[in-house]
């Protein structure tokens, strides 16, 4: 498996402010990490693809300038939130996922998530 | 278009009640399916890899298989402990193909 490790676990901030979440491989060099948004009772949503010494390739309908991704070493991977609102209050969670052998599939490890709440 | 569907979408079972979950997938070329459990307020954590029909894992009470078109999770004889949410995933040819897929989870209750 991996090992990931995401910080805060929770985090309240006024609207207005940036807020800023790390998420750390700590026993593997991840060159690509995902970043999830995550609603109350809905399942994972893929916000973007952060990969290591480039930029990040966001999915349709997410605001790469509202969600701005850094992911400068093959350990760590940071997502800001940019002027938060009320409506970003989420889970956010970030995970590695190691390259599949041949055309095989390869697991996500994830990390604890983070509580954003906007007030 | 890829797509993951879960049933049910919750189920409450007594300790000792054996039940499965189902997991049914459409996908351009399946590269693995995978069994996630998450706790409220935590990251997915992972449970199973499977890669082709026919296939089973098997870990302490949870039991995964695999057809061409669905997954199931067997629990025997569940304890409250396996109360969670339970998630599936696919990993496709299509697109970005380290992309997965997500079922919308089964939310597990089991009484004492």
């Known amino acids: 498996g991996a090992v990931v490790s995401q910080h805060p676990s929770w985090v309240i901030c006024k609207s207005g402010t940036s807020v800023k979440i790390e998420c750390r491989s700590l026993?593997?060099?991840?060159?690509?990490m995902f970043w999830y948004r995550q609603f109350p009772k809905q399942s994972l949503m893929l916000m973007a693809t952060?990969?290591?010494?480039?930029?990040?390739?966001?999915e349709q309908g997410v605001e790469k300038d509202k969600f701005l991704i850094n992911h400068a070493s093959l350990t760590l991977s940071t997502l800001t939130v940019t002027s938060a609102h009320p409506e970003d209050s989420s889970f956010y969670i970030c995970?590695?996922?190691?390259?599949?052998?041949?055309?095989?599939?390869?697991?996500?490890?994830f990390g604890q998530g983070t509580r954003l709440t906007v007030v | 278009e890829d797509q993951v569907t879960q049933s049910p979408e919750a189920l409450r079972l007594q300790e000792g009640e054996s039940s499965s979950l189902n997991c049914s997938y459409t996908?351009?070329?399946?590269?693995?399916l995978f069994w996630y459990r998450q706790d409220p307020g935590k990251g997915p954590e992972f449970l199973f890899t499977?890669?082709?029909?026919?296939e089973e894992k098997e870990k302490e009470r949870l039991k995964a298989t695999l057809t061409k078109k669905e997954s199931f999770l067997h629990i025997t004889a569940p304890k409250p402990e396996d109360s969670a949410t339970y998630l599936c995933?696919?990993?496709?040819?299509?697109?970005?193909?380290?992309?997965?897929?997500w079922g919308l989870g089964t939310s597990l209750a089991v009484n004492p």
């Open positions: 995970s590695v996922q190691k390259t599949g052998t041949g055309n095989l599939g390869s697991e996500a490890f």
């Open positions: 026993d593997f060099q991840a060159t690509t």
């Open positions: 952060s990969n290591e010494g480039s930029k990040a390739t966001y």
């Open positions: 996908v351009s070329g399946l590269r693995g």
């Open positions: 499977l890669y082709s029909a026919g």
């Open positions: 995933a696919v990993q496709g040819n299509a697109g970005n193909n380290r992309k997965l897929i």
